[in-house]
Antibody
Framework: EVQLVESGGGLVHPGGSLRLSCAASRFTFGSYWMSWVRQAPGKGPEWVAN????????YYVESVKGRFTISRDNAENSLYLQMNSLRPEDTAIYYC??????????????WGQGALVTVSS | DIQLTQSPSFLSASVGDRVIITCRASQGISSFLAWYQQKPGKAPKLLIYAASTLQSGVPSRFSGSESGTEFTLTISSLRPEDFATYYCQQLNSYPPLFGGGTKVEIK
């Protein structure tokens, strides 16, 4: 069974930085697009960023552009999210997800258990 | 951005009921729509992709359909483990936004 395990969450002051990691196992990590999705307390999921298999194509939600950077290390089977200039509204559980693809249709097929990021003074 | 409007936002139903959740897209998205189930404290779980394709391992009482920009998730006979919140998501273009969610609770 596919495994995705996030780490690196915690409490950070506004304006601070945090780096999330997602360790992938039991599948060929380098063959898949990957994604970060967050969920604020009591709210629905919000897509944050996507990265292609090679790490050279990236997309971000408008609210994190210029502050967050998605990256990956296929040799280490790991996905990352560098978060800078954090704001209270970035407080959420952050999930990494594997993007599935079937006949041109994509979907978020497998999800990790999530890492809680709290931005507060 | 393509917006998704889910309805109802809250639904009270009994075991055995047929439940229908609707997701309306603000513009055409072909069949680039997925449905997820989320239980408290857990990550979302993929149920359906490409509007009507059942994810492997998902019970056949779940089904998806589309008519233009309106998509439906149907649970044919609600079981106790189906009480959860359901989200649709469009994957036609960036950003792949989620709908507002439908919480299904026990009547």
């Amino acid at each position: 069974e596919v495994q995705l395990v996030e780490s690196g969450g915690g409490l950070v002051h506004p304006g601070g930085s945090l780096r999330l990691s997602c360790a992938a196992s039991r599948f060929t990590f380098g063959s898949y697009w990957m994604s970060w999705v967050r969920q604020a307390p009591g709210k629905g999921p919000e897509w944050v960023a996507n990265i292609n298999q090679y790490g050279n194509e990236k997309y971000y939600v408008e609210s994190v552009k210029g502050r967050f950077t998605i990256s990956r290390d296929n040799a280490e089977n790991s996905l990352y999210l560098q978060m800078n200039s954090l704001r209270p509204e970035d407080t959420a559980i952050y999930y990494c997800a594997r993007v599935g693809l079937f006949r041109g249709y994509s979907y978020f097929e497998y999800w990790g258990q999530g890492a809680l990021v709290t931005v507060s003074s | 951005d393509i917006q998704l409007t889910q309805s109802p936002s809250f639904l009270s139903a009994s075991v055995g009921d047929r439940v229908i959740i609707t997701c309306r897209a603000s513009q055409g998205i072909s069949s680039f729509l997925a449905w997820y189930q989320q239980k408290p404290g857990k990550a979302p779980k993929l149920l359906i992709y490409a509007a009507s394709t059942l994810q492997s391992g998902v019970p056949s009482r779940f089904s998806g359909s589309e008519s233009g920009t309106e998509f439906t998730l149907t649970i044919s006979s609600l079981r106790p483990e189906d009480f959860a919140t359901y989200y649709c998501q469009q994957l036609n273009s960036y950003p792949p936004l989620f709908g507002g969610g439908t919480k299904v609770e026990i009547k």
